[in-house]
């Protein structure tokens, strides 16, 4: 009898060894809290596991369907949904002229006509959101989750809270202004139309539903009339709006001269998702009528076993345009810039009033009042009515299209933090582009919230060309720039239960039961969830809190937001992480204590940054210097003002000239500390002895590793992550001292100790190796216990090469044959038989075999080559588990034997191949059933099945 060994899951095979001395398994003699850390790592629970955007399609659906999804769920190992109706979407031909090619070491777009026949079908029958019969389907869903133990939670608009019951009177608002000029010193009797220019900086396409909006009321402001040709100062605006009569006449005494007459009002910007009017962000009437449509009259309607699993209400992200204005926004603005608005209003259309610098405190006043305005009003008050009716509130609050909001106030608002990342796509192809977390995971740190969720795998463009090993490298990406729980785009939710792929949303990366690889997902939840679970431990470890102002993004660019992903400035470099906080984390959380910056809930910080883009108020600037005077050390110059009109400018002028009036000089003593410029935050770090929290040198040409650091009370924990698939062999060198490495492998789940490292400087400097997109936690927590020379790493070295015949069997439901032999492998696409040549799903490769030299002293393992694109392996009648990313291979020891192995090795591909061959055939010997055709028969078979070479393999200890 063989001695008995763990089975593994490998996906690496850096992973995957409990092989000799240098390898042992973490042991589960140390104190409680380790071996809990262990065992939810390994098997992680309910709250951290992945949750699915449940993405109805505005069409009729069944009980049935519903069940049959949320069963599917809680069978691979979510934790729960949200519904999402957005139908099918628009995204068609018109995003399949490009084609996304991920490489072994880059990701490329390249033009094609493979999908220039292709078509979106959109269904026939309709459901309305929020409508009674949508809202019972609603009911049993959340009942069916309560059932199932998943949670539940419902969208309350998308994009940023659109709905079918909004009136362009509850819509989002825009300031318009018309002028006249007029020569005074006698009465003017004239006819003043509505104005209809916009004050407004971004707008969509004004179709005939946006032209009905704005037409469909509007109400004046105020009516200002100043002498021309100058700058006037405030008294000399004249306020004649009762000076216009109900017909729209204007009958006014003018005095003496040449004046300008500006005449503002307000109106409903149009601003709609496909005919579906935008709510009034800047409202609080407008939120509490949505929700009273909306969520509020789902909840009367609920029963206490409905409302079991119904958790949390969502709001979108913002694609809902710039809105400028809302019935009561004097009196916000009164209240919060403690002064009136409308005499200033000329300013808004470039008038310069009193000064350049007043119209600029004024213009920045207004700004922020609309800042203001979109956190409180919207995403505060949806936080405020869900923590009535015993709902957590969550909003994609952190960008990218919102340009006018303090983002991480936004967030502030929320009991989750939530940002998004997409696969490559054409939509959006660079990294600034598709990784959009970052802000949320900073506002996450610097307001003390656990959870970073996001919007996962969004894509538009690709259809069933992805599989989890592609999106590994995203989710890692994601981790690395502080995400911590997964959210999946896109669940779709069809009402038939047996057409394939069946009808299905035109964007996201199709995670779903009617997915080739679905049956075979949990490993890589599994991994997903293992992930979450670490990095929602302790806190984030930063050394640099940059101080970001409002973050007011005038401009920017949603497709290329660097601030969006990790993204450290040259000053900084690489092996330090960091935060940005806001002018309210500023005066309101921030305090210097025990040398170090810190925050109320733990975080902390070696040194406060202030770039000189920056904007800084007045409260700001004093803030920073108690800062400085209490012991911090600053770095930067503040060459930017927010001031508003009632700032002190002379005040901000000599604190800013007693600062950085010798900038020669290069450093002020303030205090217990001091200002720096004319130095990177590197040197100045390093000046304090504070060395990189990471680094990793050895890299191949191409290499990228990433990072990021957890601390808990009694432990660090680093996840580092290789970007592209060539394997690298380099040293990692972790500031932490004094500890035992330990390798946690987020794939398979196991843990073992690394004991060949030294320590130099209060470093750990350990030699790893990274194979293709792989990636590890490694854990500092007990005293070291082991350290010697002997590789962390096997070196694996060929027994034999599998060769001959394979049995193979098809699903003959998806036009494959029962039963075939191959003589070789071979790629399916490249088979003569059409069966084959176009199969999607899973086939069964059966083949028996011999060792040759069986050694029950060595560890065995099976290395199936190349694979398109999961495997589930059996040897000898048991289940050695599913492989989903490279390099494929399994650990066979303890099911090994010398003679008549019976090996058995389900693989399978992904959709196109089918979808291809179908678009040779009619209609009515169509195999699918859906309404995305963008696959055509001018496009490429995908390489598809097991390729090999598959080979027996044991390891050698360096």
Known sequence: MRRSHLILVVSSFYFAMLLFTSCLTVSNTGDSANVTLQQNFKNPPHEVRPQAWWWWLQTPTNNEAITKDLEEMKAKGLSGCMVLDGGVGPFGPRKWKKKTIIDSTEIRYEVTDEYKDGSLRQPTEKIEVWSKPWRDKIRFASLEAGRLGLDFGVFIGPAGCAAPWVTPSHGQQELVWGELMVEGGNIINQEFPEPNFPVQTKRQREDQTVKDAQNAFYNDIAILAFPDGKTPSINEIINITDKLDEKGRLKWNAPKGHWRIIRFGYRPTGRNLGGIFYIDHLSKEAFDLHWQKTVGTLLKEMSPDERKAFKYVECDSWEAGDPNWTKYFPDEFRQRRGYDIVKYMPALVGVNIESDKTTEHFLNDFRLTISDLISENHYGRQQEVAHEHGLDS?????????????????????????????????????????????????????????????????????????????????????????????????????????????????????????????????????YLSRCSYMLQQGLFVADVLFYNGHGLRLGADAFEWEDGMKNPPVSLGKGYDYDKCNEEVLLTRLEFKNNKLVLPDGMNYKVLVVDEKTPVSLKALKKIIKLAEQGATVVGQIETSMLGKTDDVAEYQNLTKRIWGNLEKGEYKIGKGKFVWNKSIREVLQNQNILPDFECTGL??????????????????????????????????????????????????????????????????????????????????????????????????????????????????????????????????????????????????????????????????????????????????????????????????????????????????????RLIGDAFLPEEEQFTKTNIRKFTKATQLLPSGLIGPVKILTTETN
């Open 394 to 526: 969550y909003a994609e609050a952190a960008g990218p299209h919102q340009y006018q909001a303090d983002l991480k106030k936004c967030v502030s608002k929320c009991d989750v933090a939530m940002g998004e990342f997409w696969m490559p796509s054409p939509h959006r192809e660079k990294p600034s582009g598709r990784f959009l977390v970052r802000e949320a995971a900073t506002a996450a740190h610097i307001y003390g919230i656990k959870k970073v969720f996001a919007e996962s795998f969004t894509s538009v463009g690709p259809n069933w060309e992805v599989s989890p090993f592609q999106m590994k490298a995203a989710a890692d990406q994601a981790f690395c720039d502080g995400l911590n729980w997964i959210c999946f785009h896109t669940f779709s939710h069809r009402p038939s239960i047996t057409e394939m792929p069946g009808l299905t949303h035109s964007a996201g990366t199709h995670f779903d039961r009617t997915n080739t690889w679905w049956n075979q997902s949990m490993p890589f939840v599994d």
């Open 700 to 913: 191949s040409d191409v290499g990228v590793v990433d990072f990021i650091h957890r601390k808990t009370e009694d432990s660090d924990i680093y996840y580092v992550a290789s970007k592209w698939q060539p394997i690298e062999k380099v040293e990692c060198t972790f500031r932490v001292s004094d500890k035992q490495p330990e390798l946690w492998n987020p794939v398979t789940g196991e843990t073992r100790l690394l004991t060949n490292f030294k320590e130099e400087n209060g470093q750990t400097i350990i030699p790893m190796e990274f194979g293709p997109s792989s990636s590890y936690f490694v854990v500092f927590k007990e005293p070291i216990s082991i350290q010697n020379s002997v590789s962390n790493w096997p070196t694996f070295k060929t027994v034999q090469q599998i060769e001959g015949v394979w049995n193979l069997s098809f699903d003959k439901n998806w036009g494959g044959p029962e039963t075939i032999v191959f003589p070789d492998l071979i790629d399916w696409s490249k088979h003569d038989i059409s069966g084959i040549k176009y199969y999607s799903g899973t086939a069964t490769y059966r083949k028996t075999f011999d060792v040759k030299n069986l050694n029950e002293n060595e560890e065995f393992y099976l290395d199936l080559g190349q694979v398109h694109e999961l495997a589930r392996v059996k040897l000898n009648g048991i289940d050695l588990g599913i492989t989903w990313s490279k390099p494929y291979r399994v650990n066979m020891t303890s099911q090994v034997r010398a003679k008549d192995n019976t090996l058995e090795i389900d693989v399978v591909n992904l959709w196109p191949n």
